[in-house]
């Protein structure tokens, strides 16, 4: 299947600094990205819809000023997580959206930054 | 009502038997899904899409009842390595945006 990298994998920091998420498609283009957050023993939420060269769309209750999304490329998005709290202490999970095959179009998911904020 | 609904578990199952979780979606205008699957800790894999027709996949065999608007997953032969949390996905009618169930746990024993 279609691989996507997520960097960092792990990240501790005080509360109050952000925190830059990477998420790259690996081996196809992705006009599409998507960003997820789960909670422990929960499932995974989608936060937001990552274009390329447009702006992200947010899911209701997501602050856009407090996650930032930029797609600056057909391989890559970021997201930036300002001034972290530790109510933001998740796993943050990326995909991308592949190219169809048999006509179905799947997304691929990155490996997840777990992020802890203290 | 949940978008997306499964029986947490978890199902404990010996090794070698078969095991069917089902998971029930709200919206009928949904067109695309899947299952996958997600061990401790880390992301989700695509395990299958769901066709209409139903698909297999070696052990494992997929159904979609569109009219009582529920997926279906069938393990044969269970192995250990199977335990895992298993994820009915379901695209957001009219969007390519996934809604995921909260999962199903298995455990394979030995």
């Known amino acids: 299947g279609a691989v996507v990298s997520q960097h960092p994998s792990w990240v501790i920091c005080k509360s109050g600094t952000s925190v830059k998420i990477e998420c790259r498609s690996l081996?196809?283009?992705?006009?599409?990205m998507f960003w997820y957050r789960q909670f422990p023993k929960q499932s995974l939420m989608l936060m937001a819809t990552s274009n390329e060269g447009s702006k992200a769309t947010y899911e209701q209750g997501v602050e856009k000023d407090k996650f930032l999304i930029n797609h600056a490329s057909l391989t890559l998005s970021t997201l930036t997580v300002t001034s972290a709290h530790p109510e933001d202490s998740s796993f943050y999970i990326c995909s991308a959206r592949s190219p169809p095959t048999s006509g179905i179009e799947t997304q691929y998911f990155g490996p997840g930054t777990r992020l802890l904020v203290l | 009502r949940k978008e997306v609904e499964q029986d947490p578990g978890p199902f404990n199952v010996p090794e070698g038997a078969t095991v069917a979780f089902n998971c029930t979606y709200s919206?009928?205008?949904?067109?695309?899904f899947f299952w996958y699957r997600q061990d401790c800790r880390k992301e989700p894999k695509l395990l299958m899409s769901v066709y209409s027709s139903g698909n297999e996949d070696g052990r494992f065999t997929a159904q979609l009842n569109r009219a009582s608007q529920y997926i279906s997953l069938l393990i044969r032969d269970s192995k250990l390595s199977d335990s895992a949390t298993y994820l009915c996905v379901v695209n957001k009618a009219g969007t390519y945006k996934y809604i995921f169930g909260t999962g199903t746990r298995l455990k394979v024993l030995a």
């Open positions: 919206n009928s205008a949904s067109q695309s």
């Open positions: 081996d196809f283009q992705a006009t599409t």
